[in-house]
T-cell receptor, first 115, second 118 residues
């Protein structure tokens, strides 16, 4: 079993739809959870950052973490064509210094929002 | 804030030559930088972790003599692909962590460098 599992999609939705993206993980040591957006041929852009369980909202984006189920989600409300990109979940164990900051990524989900 | 740049954005070289890629944190000091490699339609593969002033820590299977990493200052890390071969062609991306200056484990990525070895 891989440490982080993410459905690669592709996922295609109409403009205005609510998008739900998910990742599961197996390592209970993960404490920090992130979602990145990556446009084609560009570096990943940090969207959401969450520590431990709970919800976090930022504009049209909501991140949820359920550590008991080892499950994280990203919701995008009122999706726009400009949201079309690959979304990567990432997580790390925490602690200070160097390799403790290492991220473990999911494979990424390719999202297309159709106008 | 938290901007990371990479240079060059694209490089084409002949087989056997060496290529240096620079990664800079523009508005913060990066205690730790990371180098990734990404193949088309694949996720990021961590190559090495770089701490300022010390040797890089390479992931299993990454040749440290082929991929030389230097982190000489808190704002600059370099990756040198030595004696490049066509199989080294890839998208190389760096990231930087602000350490105690920001939320732990928050990494900011550069725009990437596309390397093509002929």
């Amino acid at each position: 079993q891989k440490e982080v599992e993410q459905d690669p999609g592709p996922l295609s939705v109409p403009e205005g739809a609510i998008v739900s993206l998910n990742c599961t993980y197996s390592n209970s040591a993960f404490q920090y959870f992130m979602w990145y957006r990556q446009y084609s041929r560009k570096g990943p852009e940090l969207l959401m950052y969450t520590y431990s369980s709970g919800n976090k909202e930022d504009g049209r984006f909501t991140a949820q973490v359920d550590k008991s189920s080892k499950y994280i989600s990203l919701f995008i409300r009122d999706s726009q064509p400009s949201d079309s990109a690959t979304y990567l979940c990432a997580m790390s164990k925490g602690g200070s210094g160097g390799s403790n900051y290492k991220l473990t990524f999911g494979k990424g989900t390719l999202l297309t929002v159709n106008p | 804030g938290a901007v990371v740049s990479q240079h060059p954005s694209r490089v084409i070289c002949k087989s056997g030559t060496s290529v240096k890629i620079e990664c800079r944190s523009l508005d913060f000091q990066a205690t730790t930088m990371f180098w990734y490699r990404q193949f088309p339609k694949k996720s990021l593969m961590l190559m090495a972790t770089s701490n300022e002033g010390s040797k890089a820590t390479y992931e299993q299977g990454v040749e440290k003599d082929k991929f030389l990493i230097n982190h000489a200052s808190l704002t600059l890390s370099t990756l040198t692909v030595t004696s490049a071969h066509p199989e080294d062609s890839s998208f190389y991306i760096c990231s930087a962590n602000r350490g105690l200056a920001g939320p732990a484990n928050e990494q900011f990525f550069g725009p990437g460098t596309r390397l093509t070895v002929l």
